[in-house]
């Protein structure tokens, strides 16, 4: 058995196992367009008797949270032949990949589960909801008059991505895109339609990406900057009342449209989305932008059955201006210097802390719900210096 990369020649193996795991089929003409695209480099698999069994997909990533670029390693695409199930193909590639990941710094890792207690089991957990509108056309928000303007079939990545990247950085876990990105991942059919709004002076404030079929609008992404823009973009959509019958969209879970409705009844589904793990806690906290207040200290002892590295006993101290000096002990110390005003300790595993850090619930719910033990001074410590944040999504990979 051999765990290593894939090499150009294997693209047909590869799509092989991923057309019969997932369950899709491309044509020959299909694959012939997407393998110059195919980077063997981000692909790990399992070989028996030079054979692939099993596969991981890796890509090197960047996502925002609280406002921080990091580095972050994409999991997709795990799959394995029916034959060769149970036999612990993927746990070795997420291990693998774990290891990768740590050495290569990329500090926290997401992924798409096909089942989220499998997932669990190697450290990962849920950090994102999603909220889903489905809005009849009747209920849709009142058409106002706009400053600005909107212009339609603007595909100019650049421009896009200046406006999604302000959005994105107000989230945690959002997308750091590339112009690959965008052109195969996001603007990758032709069928999608785009409008950007301009404010008064000519600025791009908001945009929208859509698809009108069947007397539907579907909306991938509605991204806007301020109230001005969200407001023309919402005049947009309802001046297709003529053409369609109802809208659907996704929207971040703290989104508050139905409170800014005339007539809130519409229909609204949260649905769990990606999950999240830190890959080496010391090198996520220290980057961690806390929120700035009085020099403190928590000692937090994580449990990390599957990355190693992560295991003990964490010394956190918070300063002034919200960034950690984090450094790992064998053992609590029994008393801290005289200019630090408190120090508490908790312990949890690498999911909670992960969930905690991504913002998706608050230090007080997970002490409440026993996920975090301990002092509680801890917990309020951490209460009042992580900054809430919205975690939200708005890719697939």
Same mark, same amino acid.
């Given at each position: 058995? =051999?765990?290593?990369? #894939?090499? $150009?020649?294997?693209?047909? !193996?590869? *799509? @092989?196992?991923?057309m019969?795991?997932?369950? +899709?089929?491309?044509?020959?003409e299909?694959?012939e ?6 980077k ?7 070989? =028996?008797?030079?054979? #692939?069994? $099993?596969?991981l997909?890796? !890509?090197? *990533? @960047?996502?925002y949270?609280?406002?921080?670029? +990091? ?10 032949w ?11 590639l997420?291990?693998?990949?774990l290891?990768l ?20 089991k ?11 509108y489905?809005?009849p056309?009747?209920?849709l928000?009142a ?7 909107i212009?339609?079939?603007?595909k ?21 895109r590339?112009?690959?990105w ?5 603007l990758?059919?032709?069928s ?11 600025e ?11 007397r539907?609008?579907?909306i ?19 001046n297709?009342?003529?053409m369609?019958?109802e809208?659907t ?8 449209l139905?409170?800014l ?23 996520f906290l ?12 928590v000692t ?6 599957v990355?190693?590295w ?9 300063n ?9 002990r ?5 008393g ?8 508490s300790?908790i312990?949890t ?9 991504m913002?998706y619930?608050?230090?007080s ?5 026993e996920?975090l ?14 900054p809430?944040?919205?975690p ?6």
């Amino acid at each position: 058995m =051999e765990i290593r990369q #894939l090499t $150009a020649k294997e693209f047909e !193996l590869r *799509m @092989e196992l991923s057309m019969y795991a997932f369950q +899709y089929r491309k044509s020959a003409e299909e694959l012939e367009e997407i393998k110059p695209r195919f980077k063997p480099d981000t692909v790990w698999g399992v070989f =028996e008797d030079g054979e #692939l069994s $099993a596969q991981l997909t890796l !890509l090197p *990533m @960047e996502t925002y949270i609280q406002g921080q670029r +990091y580095a972050m390693g994409g999991i997709a695409s795990v799959a394995t032949w029916p034959e060769k199930r149970r036999q612990g193909f993927v746990d070795q590639l997420l291990r693998h990949a774990l290891q990768l990941m740590n050495e290569s710094g990329q500090s926290v890792s997401f992924l798409h589960p096909f089942y989220f207690p499998f997932y669990r089991k190697y450290g990962w957990e849920l950090y994102i909801d999603y909220k889903t509108y489905t809005i009849p056309t009747a209920l849709l928000p009142a058409k106002v008059q706009s400053d600005g303007q909107i212009k339609r079939g603007i595909k100019n990545i650049e421009l896009l991505n200046t406006i999604y990247d302000a959005y994105a950085a107000q989230y945690n876990g959002t997308l750091i895109r590339t112009e690959e990105w965008w052109t195969y991942s996001v603007l990758d059919s032709e069928s999608i339609q785009t409008a950007v709004y301009y404010d008064a002076s000519g600025e791009a404030r908001g945009y929208i990406l859509y698809e009108v079929k069947a007397r539907k609008m579907e909306i991938d992404e509605l991204v806007y900057l301020d109230e001005s823009s969200r407001q023309a973009l919402w005049t947009y959509i309802a001046n297709h009342d003529s053409m369609i019958n109802e809208v659907t969209l996704k929207a971040p879970v703290d989104d508050g449209l139905s409170y800014l409705l005339r007539d809130p009844r519409i229909q609204q589904q949260i649905t769990p989305y990606f999950m999240a793990r830190i890959v080496n806690v010391q090198q996520f906290l220290e980057q961690y932008p806390f929120t700035p207040g009085a020099v403190q200290v928590v000692t937090i002892t994580v449990h990390d059955s599957v990355a190693g590295w992560n295991e003990g006993i964490w010394e956190v101290l918070i300063n002034e201006s919200g960034q950690a000096q984090v450094s790992q002990r064998s053992e609590l110390p029994e008393g801290v210097q005289q200019d630090i005003q408190q120090y508490s300790s908790i312990q949890t595993d690498i999911q909670t802390l992960t969930a905690m850090l991504m913002g998706y619930h608050r230090p007080s719910e997970l002490y409440r719900w026993e996920r975090l033990t301990g002092k509680s001074e801890a917990v309020d410590i951490l209460e009042s210096r992580i900054p809430r944040t919205t975690p939200y999504l708005m890719d697939f990979f």
